[in-house]
């Protein structure tokens, strides 16, 4: 069992800049793949990125390349995910996820319970 706990989320004006982190439990962490997906309300819960267990292969969403950056350490058991340039439609609840095979492009088998980012114009 593995268990994700996000922190780093808050209101920030758009341009600004936050880091999520994601703490996990577990040693097996370090062999899966992990990503972060978020909901904005009213809409469904979309991809952002993938990281792969080694943390040499990452996937991003369209909507955020060029400003997030994703990387882990798998030493600390942790995920980040720093976001920069934000922007309104960023605002949503940020759900880190650990897939235990393959990148976590499409869901994964363990989840978070979300952190709020908030994205002010």
């Known amino acids: 069992q593995v268990q994700l706990v996000e922190s780093g989320g808050g209101l920030v004006q758009a341009g600004g800049s936050l880091r999520l982190s994601c703490a996990a439990s577990?040693?097996?962490?370090?062999?899966?793949?992990v990503g972060w997906f978020r909901q904005a309300p009213g809409k469904e819960r979309e991809f952002v990125v993938a990281i792969s267990w080694s943390g040499g292969s990452t996937t991003y969403a369209d909507s955020v390349k060029g400003r997030f950056t994703i990387s882990r350490d798998n030493l600390k058991n942790m995920v980040y995910l720093q976001m920069n340039s934000l922007k309104p439609e960023d605002t949503a609840v940020y759900y880190c996820?650990?897939?235990?095979?393959?990148?976590?492009?499409?869901?994964?088998?363990?989840w978070g319970q979300g952190t709020q980012v908030t994205v002010s114009s």
């Open positions: 996820v650990a897939k235990i095979s393959g990148m976590a492009v499409t869901g994964g088998d363990y």
């Open positions: 577990g040693r097996i962490f370090r062999s899966y793949g």
